[in-house]
């Protein structure tokens, strides 16, 4: 594994420090901190920031990123598999502490705290729904807040579909603002993007932090009325955190208040549009935050001991590293399910009824979604491998346990009478005579698991169990811009499971007993 | 086991016997209650037209199917898995096994039975005599034998460990007329020169009466009536027997007037 090493040379005034920072590590051992985050980029550049933090802090840091959404994230954090990632408030009412009216701040920090999850201060920018206008028209116009839009009834608004018909999206807004306007359509989020920018439509919806606004050249406008609810990021952290990691926690905390809308726009513009890594951006901010005065008149406050260094690993690294650890996934999960599978197709076959109930659960097992399946996993096995191959596992077993059950079955009457008639005992035929002739369709069946392992561990990627469900999900974070990636991870596990295909026609021809593989002269 | 046989022989003990067997499948009867002694060291045919029950009596005798009631003695005794090594059989494809080679198929159960490679040879060879295979015909799958090869390394497999009773399920259905015609010829010169105990099944009387010296007519699950085909055609015990005999017996005259048969 080749890994490139991308100095980020800020300053060159740091030997004082970076000495300080060596006495402090021989006092006490490295504290160990994961940090989490989701799939977006948003989120994967904040996880990036917080791991630069606390490794400046001294401690041993472990990005575990792009998980597969809040649920996923939240049941690491509660387990410990995470210690620290970065939340939403709005996201934190509505999906963690769902159903429990939790209304203002204060509660809904009780609230986590009793889980034992503490909350940072809002990191300053707010990621919610909102308003965005051409720069030039708003400019044109004099329009700065929603309320503005009240002056010109005539504006043609296009809004992604679920904006537009959902009661907290436009009718909501309309309703609170008195907005007059009449020309509303619902269209594809990204042509409305481009509507607005070539001015055949005058305002869509955005996330307020959506790179979309850089690349479109958007002004977002002022909810002044307060209409859409907040979405403040915020950093979730583990209370048992506090006692092992002060100095890392400290360092996450500084990051409070630092990054507002216009500044995270603009990372994520850096990653999304323009293609730099994510690490490498959130290196460039905390290091350039260092060197400016948060606040007229106060001291420059640093909040780096040493410029953050990202470690970028080379493309053709990450994918040897990725291929691996997708081999590993297929290879133990469908060895497993050939132990299990072989004895209960067996079993079906001898005991009908019994096959029956077989082939009906391993189905059912087929139908659960895999994403939920990992999530349902999630509280007993946590992140990592081993949920993502314990899924697997089972979606391998109704193959398997079908083909051992049709191949056993399909035998002719006669050849399993005269196996009977030859005196021998069940165990016999079954070795001798019942498994090598069912063996061709045996072997189909787990070559049928194995194509679709390939193919189901890409879900590894969102517990963090790597594998090319990395590449793609990355690449569909990224939007337009991570179509590259989304086909590189694709096409490879396209060609590792031609490759899997290849390899077992080979195996058919040591397994499957050659007087099966004859053409009849 | 051929010595155990003539002990019994002497003592005049029946070899196979049926008492009041019965055996339905759902709610056709296939079986009725039936009686029957299979005489030692002849060939009994059991003879009907398809759906008679004449196969379910075979394979009742080997214990592939259980009798609904009634009991199956073998040396006198209720059968039993262990006793089907002292029975062959041969069914109608032949029943080989395709993932083996003749020879594998034929020393299968020797092989399992841990005897040594000079043993199984020996044996091998008593039997491609026997049945004028051609031996490197052994080394052949299934797929590329014919038919009538087929039939051969099926009956050397079920020959292998000497069994006392031979049992045959239409051995030669499947086969096209002229190999049928030399495997009839070559399978009654190689029940003479065994000497053993057969029952073979078919629905031919032209074979049942060439290779047969008992004959059990049976038809709707019973046995019409047992004899010779003489008892059959001076005697028949119901106007069906007459029946049968007349329908087969003028394809029959035919082909002995058109010298086709030996």
């Known amino acids: 594994m080749s890994r490139k090493h991308w100095s980020l040379h800020c300053s060159y005034a740091y030997p004082v420090s970076l000495c300080a920072l060596c006495l402090c590590g021989s006092f006490a051992p490295a504290a160990e901190l994961k940090i989490g985050s989701k799939i977006m980029v948003e989120s994967r550049i904040l996880g990036e920031m917080l791991t630069h933090l606390a490794r400046d802090a001294g401690a041993t840091v472990t990005h575990r990123e792009g998980l597969g959404g809040t649920l996923v994230v939240w049941q690491a954090l509660l387990r410990g598999d995470i210690d620290a990632y970065v939340e939403y408030t709005g996201t934190i009412r509505a999906e963690i502490l769902s159903g429990k009216g939790v209304r203002g701040g204060g509660a809904m920090r009780r609230a986590l705290a009793e889980q034992g999850i503490l909350t940072s201060w809002p990191l300053g920018f707010n990621n919610t729904y909102a308003i965005g206008m051409h720069e030039a028209t708003a400019e044109r116009l004099g329009i700065r807040s929603i309320s503005d839009l009240r002056k010109y009834p005539d504006l043609r608004f ?46 869509t919806d955005v996330y307020s932090t959506d790179a979309a606004i850089r690349q479109y050249g958007l002004r977002v406008l002022a909810d002044d009325l307060q209409y859409f609810p907040a979405y403040q990021a915020v950093i979730l952290y583990r209370t048992d955190l506090t006692e092992r990691a002060t100095e890392a926690v400290d360092a996450l905390l500084r990051l409070e208040g630092r990054i507002d809308e216009v500044t995270m726009v603009d990372l994520n513009a850096r990653v999304q549009i323009d ?174 698991a194995a194509i679709i392992n390939v193919g189901t561990a890409t879900i590894a990627g969102l517990v963090g169990a790597g594998g090319y469900g990395q590449l793609i999900w990355e690449g569909i974070s990224l939007g337009t811009g991570g179509t590259g990636l989304m086909v590189q991870g694709a096409a490879a596990a396209a060609i590792m499971a031609l490759a899997v295909q290849g390899l077992f026609e080979l195996a058919e021809r040591l397994i499957v007993p050659k007087g099966l593989r004859l053409k009849p002269e | 086991m051929a010595s155990d046989f003539d002990v019994i022989y002497i003592r005049g003990s029946k070899m196979l016997e049926l008492r009041g067997v019965s055996k339905s499948y759902g709610q056709a009867d296939a079986l009725q209650p039936i009686n029957l002694r299979i005489t030692p060291r002849r060939t009994t045919v059991l003879l009907g037209p398809s759906g008679c029950g004449k196969s379910t009596l075979l394979r009742l005798m080997l214990g592939l199917l259980r009798p609904d009631s009634g009991t199956i003695l073998f040396d006198g005794q209720p059968i039993r898995p262990e006793l089907r090594r002292r029975m062959g059989y041969v069914v109608q494809d032949g029943g080989l096994f395709p993932h083996l080679t003749g020879r594998g198929n034929v020393a299968l159960v020797a092989h399992h039975l841990g005897w040594e490679e000079g043993r199984i040879e020996t044996r091998m060879r008593e039997l491609i005599d026997l049945t004028q295979f051609p031996w490197d015909g052994l080394d052949r799958y299934p797929v590329q034998l014919s038919g009538g090869q087929r039939q051969r390394v099926s009956l050397m497999r079920a020959l292998m460990l000497e069994p006392d009773v031979l049992l045959l399920d239409e051995p030669l259905g499947a086969l096209d007329p002229l190999i049928r015609a030399d495997l009839q010829a070559d399978l009654r010169r190689i029940f003479q020169a065994l000497g053993k105990t057969v029952v073979l099944v078919t629905h031919d009387l032209g074979e049942a009466v060439f290779l047969g010296d008992h004959l059990v007519l049976l038809r709707d699950g019973r046995i019409v009536q047992e004899g010779t085909l003489a008892d059959f055609v001076e005697r028949p015990a119901d106007p069906f027997v007459t029946r049968f005999i007349n329908a087969q017996r003028t394809q029959l005259d035919g082909l002995a007037s058109k010298g086709a048969r030996p």
Do not use: C
């Open chain 1, 275 to 448: 293609g730099k890594n994510q690490s490498v951006v959130a290196a460039e901010f905390l290091n350039q935050l260092q060197r400016q005065p948060t606040q007229v008149g106060a001291a420059p406050e640093p909040i780096l001991a040493a410029p953050a260094e990202a470690i970028v690993e080379s493309s053709a690294g990450r994918l040897l590293r990725l291929t691996w650890q997708h081999l590993g996934l297929v290879a133990v999960s469908l060895a497993a399910a050939v132990v299990v599978a072989l004895p209960l197709g067996v079993l079906a076959a001898r005991q009908p009824a019994l096959g029956q109930v077989l082939l009906g659960a391993t189905g059912i097992i087929q139908t659960v979604p895999s994403l939920a399946l990992l999530i349902f996993l999630m509280p007993w096995l946590g992140l990592g491998a081993t949920p993502a191959i314990l899924a697997l596992f089972l979606y391998s077993l109704l193959p398997i346990v079908r083909n051992t059950l049709t191949g056993l079955r399909d035998i002719p009457l006669t050849l399993r009478e005269s196996a009977v008639a030859l005196g021998f005992s069940p165990v016999a035929r079954l070795r001798l005579v019942e498994l090598p002739i069912a063996s061709p369709t045996i072997l189909a069946g787990i070559k049928t």
């Open chain 1, 158 to 203: 296009g809004f992604s579909n679920e904006f537009r018909t959902r009661a907290d999206g436009w009718p909501g807004l309309q309703k609170r603002y008195g907005l007059p306007q009449t020309d509303v359509k619902s269209l594809d989020h990204e042509l409305a993007y481009r509507g607005v920018a070539a001015g055949s439509l005058d305002a």
